[in-house]
């Protein structure tokens, strides 16, 4: 997902051009097409330090950034390097930290930008800091969260050990995950929290066993009521160890949890009722747990 998409917006100055969209919101519409008549592009007017920013709505981690810069005939006085991204809580661009690897950007021609941007903030800018009487054109600006990639949905039967494993973006074994009841809402207080239905030798409290930069899982985990969970992650490169549901702001998951059949035969087994001088029948199902 891209969570900079329609995000409120905000530029240094805004260029007045016959024909053309030029407001901050045009670079994060959705539109990827870098041309300023055809397609409306985010752009300043000749100023020092031009700048762009984006309230992402709240503090989030982000991994990777792409920016389309402009690219047409009257694009040749628009700054197209000595960029930087920075991303933090703070309204004005100088209070916040340079992402790793936002540093002294130079927009590719043509083609998407990729930055890979380790860092944690609502406010997103790009900027040009050493930039003098200089117009900053950005066409469009995307955002990759570090985390989740999407919502997951696991499977698995009371008592019996599943994994949870989990697919995205920029992953670490300092991020944690809680299971907690369904009406439990992930970032809140109660999402540190986790549900008693878990088996405390099984509890996915710490250290995922297995954690690459796009993937990572934790299991053998075992839940001993059957319901609906859900999965909050913490991603721990942008928080203070986790160690408050407010970290725990993404929804990785959720968890089904069923019964299991369990008879003479063994569990998941269907007994057969076959008399001794007729036809086999119909299987004769146990009640669920």
Known sequence: SNPARFAPTLLSSTAVIDNADT????????????????????????????????????????????????????????????????IGESTQWEQNAVCDGGQDIALELRAATVINCIGTGRYLFV???????????????????RGPASVFEWRAAVGRPFNIGIEGN???????????????????????????????????????????????????VKIMSRGFYKVCWCSGLASDNCDKGDDFTFVAGYIIVTGEFRTIVGPDILPFNRPADGPERSPVMSTMN
């Open 23 to 86: 407001g901050a919101e045009k670079a994060n519409d959705g539109n990827r097409g870098m041309s300023l008549p055809y397609d409306g592009c985010a752009l300043t007017n000749k100023q020092d330090k031009p700048w762009w920013r984006m309230d992402l709505g709240h503090k989030l981690p982000i991994a990777v950034v792409r920016i389309f810069g402009r690219y047409d005939e009257g694009s040749v006085g628009t700054l197209h390097e000595g960029l930087q991204v920075r």
């Open 170 to 220: 920029a992953f670490s074994f300092d991020d944690r995950i809680r299971i907690v009841d369904s009406l439990v809402l992930c970032g809140q207080p109660g999402a540190y929290t986790m549900t008693t239905q878990v088996v405390p030798r099984s509890s996915p409290l710490g250290d995922p066993f297995i954690s690459l930069p796009a993937e990572q899982a934790w299991y053998d």
């Open 127 to 145: 900027v040009a800091p050493n930039a003098k009487d200089a117009v900053l054109g950005l066409c469009e600006v995307e955002v990759i969260p």
